[in-house]
């Protein structure tokens, strides 16, 4: 399979103190949607920068296309389209103004009128940018990211304050940019937004990649395949130990009050769960099980939920 991305050994160091990312290994294959996905603060914006040409490593090797930064940059900025998480543009331009004005940083652009039907922006071709809702500027960005015909999309939280509608619109147009062969590189803060458009993922934590496979992949190396999570009052409210004796049980975690349990056979854990409340003379207020999910593998390998510093 071609690889569209590969870096060897990346290391970037601040003020030759902080290692914000540490020997980091990566191979995109193209035409995949790989995710990269980390808490605040692991290294993975730094990780993109570098792989955007926005960024010198401290060592290591980058590859994009086969070509690297420091001999073929130009044309590599031809090649490749970035969507930030906030991207500025003119409030004062209207939609095609500003879709011309980033189709003329390449010499074989898309045609505007293309990518205006493509990301449902014909009505709004002569609306001032200033005037657009928060789903069609953040369609806007990804437009001007498109405009240039690249090979690999790079988006950087795409979704984010979006409403359920627009979030499914940019999810088709992630699908159909995949269609064409193209690679995307997307980085997200929703579990099931990689769930569902990310061919393999890496999760990054304190600079380095701590697991990486399909979404399938990940949460199969769970040691339990279901969670059942659950809540009491009374005396056993804080013992965790005690249910970690539970049959079938590979794993307790404790967040604020409710419990989550790894295991394989819930049918096996729920009566025991139910007959040490009771032996416990405790209170069950809450219970559902559930499929274990990319959520899961994230908070188990990083102890962190994906939005917490």
């Known amino acids: 399979m071609e690889v569209a991305i590969q870096c060897r050994g990346l290391r970037k160091t601040y003020d030759g103190k902080v290692e914000a990312v540490r020997g980091l290994d990566l191979t995109i294959n193209m ?111 990804v437009a001007t990211a498109l405009v240039a015909d690249p090979r690999i999309l790079f988006l950087d939280e795409p979704t984010t304050g979006l409403d359920p509608q627009s979030r499914r619109q940019l999810w088709d147009i992630i699908r159909q940019f995949q269609k064409r062969n193209g690679t995307v590189l997307l980085t997200t803060h929703y579990m099931d937004e990689a769930e569902r458009l990310c061919d393999r993922l890496a999760i990054i934590d304190h600079g380095q990649i701590i697991a990486a496979g399909t979404p399938a992949e990940l949460i199969e190396r769970l040691t339990g395949h279901h969670v059942v999570e659950f809540a009491i009052s009374g005396q056993g409210a804080d013992n965790g130990a005690a249910w970690a004796k539970l049959p079938g049980v590979q794993s307790v975690r404790a967040d604020d009050g409710l419990f989550s349990l790894q295991v394989n056979e819930p049918h096996e854990t729920i009566p025991a769960l139910l007959a040490e409340v009771q032996k416990q003379r405790a209170q069950l207020v809450h219970l559902t099980t559930r499929q274990a999910s990319l959520e899961d593998v994230f908070v188990q390998l990083t102890g962190r939920h994906l939005r917490e510093d």
């Open 31 to 141: 035409g995949e949607c790989f995710g990269l996905l980390g808490p605040n603060g692991a290294g993975k914006t730094t990780t993109i920068e570098i792989l955007e040409g926005l960024l010198e490593p401290t060592s290591g090797e980058v590859e994009v296309l086969g070509r690297t930064w420091q001999s073929h940059a130009r044309e590599l900025r031809e090649w490749l389209g970035i969507s930030l998480q906030e991207t500025r543009l003119s409030e004062k331009l209207t939609v095609r103004e500003t879709l011309q004005l980033f189709s003329s940083f390449y010499r074989h652009p898309s045609s505007v009128d293309a990518v205006l039907e493509e990301l449902s922006l014909q009505e709004k071709a002569d609306a001032l940018v200033g005037k657009l809702s928060g789903g069609q500027k953040q369609r806007l960005a």
